[in-house]
């Protein structure tokens, strides 16, 4: 569905004397301790964040999927969907695809079709991590790690079929998430494993075009519980390393063991030079795929803390770097959830922007422990919702999205559309 802009115009309205007052005060604090309000605008309106073409139905676990109703049935659809997101927050300019979920029959049509909302691509996924029905081989034991070379040829098709896809649509990266990994120990050869991967990553990578970047991402554990293949950052940088300077780690959030340190992981990538992007989420024990900020604010704020001190340095020489959402929920709207990832994105971005870097650089060069925690917190602590909701003003886009989402009753309306036992397809 296309959203009646005057609807949104009629939305701002109201709201806007309220929303002014907020933003005068928060500006006015944030002027006197000497940061530049409009170049912080700025920054938070251009801001975008892709989103995935899987998350836009209701996700599942072991145990069962419900579907919410009026689900996109196509891929058609599913950039409609991302469409609506986008003319609510304006921060959602970008769509990414999974292959074979997602195959554009006409390319140009779907091109076409993502201009007409804004949308461009983002980066596109391949999946070695299922068998597809047509496909001759299994990767139940592996793909571009298994003992088998066929099975290794076919996977290594796949994904080039997957960049073939990614230029006609405009897409510039190609991501890889590989299952691979063992249950038991001796099951495989860790050495080989390895380096039968390198082997299918150099195939892939000598296909890529010029302009393109290849994201290698991690994983602990799941669906193997012994080892991965790609296990950790330490694994993917290593694998970048070796494949050259068009490889670029891809730090999955719910990727990690307990309580490890993502925002280190981050600045080690970036001192590197080999960041490529994010996929965001959110988790209480493990890689549940919740909504950004749900659980962990704070690390996520501290992620952006050395995201913002890697980019604006010198001495960081890092490429421009891909924000997506990759999430899977079972009991919430997906388009609510999707609204409530993107604006926790941003304010960690904003509690970010907001953090007196030359006093914080002054405390940490003099070991005051003390003091760098109270700029630390000062900044997380201060609601920054007003500037997100100013940008999104300038930009056009709805003051309060999930409000005006819900009193135009627009979930209802996709069902009366789509149905109600609708499932998006893929998942």
Request: aromatic content about 10%; glycine content about 6%; overall charge negative.
């Amino acid at each position: 569905m296309i959203l009646d802009k005057s609807l949104i115009q009629q939305h701002n309205e109201a709201l806007a004397p309220a929303q002014q007052k907020k933003f005068e005060f928060l500006k006015e604090v944030l002027q006197d301790e000497g940061h530049n309000v409009p170049a912080i605008l700025d920054q938070l309106a251009t801001f975008q964040i892709a989103i995935p073409s899987w998350a836009l139905g209701t996700g599942g676990t072991r145990f069962g999927r419900f579907a919410g109703g009026g689900e996109p049935r196509s891929l058609e659809e599913k950039i409609e969907d991302v469409g609506l997101l986008h003319a609510l927050n304006q921060s959602s300019g970008a769509i990414s695809l999974h292959i074979p979920w997602d195959i554009p029959q006409n390319a140009s049509a779907i091109k076409q079709l993502a201009a007409s909302f804004g949308l461009q691509f983002d980066a596109v996924n391949s999946n070695t991590f299922q068998d597809q029905s047509e496909q001759e081989y299994s990767y139940k034991f592996g793909s571009l790690s298994h003992t088998d070379k066929h099975v290794r040829d076919q996977a290594i098709a796949h994904n080039l079929e997957v960049i073939k896809h990614g230029i006609d649509l405009g897409s510039k990266a190609l991501t890889i998430w590989l299952s691979d990994g063992t249950d038991f120990p001796g099951q495989q050869n860790f050495r080989r494993s390895f380096q039968r991967t390198l082997d299918s990553f150099q195939q892939i990578y000598a296909a890529l075009p010029d302009d393109w970047n290849v994201f290698i991402e991690y994983k602990p554990y799941e669906p193997h519980f012994y080892s991965t293949v790609v296990a950790d950052w330490g694994t993917s940088l290593l694998f970048c390393q070796k494949l050259g300077e068009k490889a670029l780690g891809l730090v999955d959030l719910g990727h990690h063991l307990p309580n490890t340190n993502i925002e280190q992981i981050v600045s080690r990538f970036l001192m590197e030079g080999k960041l490529g992007g994010f996929h965001f989420n959110d988790s209480k024990y493990g890689d549940d795929d919740l909504t950004v900020g749900a659980m962990r604010p704070f690390q996520l704020f501290l992620i952006f803390n050395e995201l913002v001190e890697g980019m604006t340095s010198a001495e960081v020489n890092n490429p421009p770097l891909s924000w997506m959402i990759d999430a899977s929920h079972n009991v919430k709207d997906p388009l609510e959830d999707l609204l409530q990832s993107v604006e926790a994105i941003k304010i960690a971005y904003a509690q970010a922007l907001i953090i007196n870097r030359k006093a914080l650089e002054k405390a940490q060069e003099q070991n005051d422990t003390a003091q760098a925690q109270e700029i630390m917190q000062q900044a997380f602590r201060t609601d920054v919702r007003p500037l997100l909701a100013q940008a999104r003003l300038q930009n056009g886009a709805a003051l309060e999205p999930i409000p005006f989402y819900r009193q135009n009753k627009i979930r209802q309306k996709l069902i009366n559309q789509r149905g109600v036992k609708t499932y998006t397809t893929g998942l």
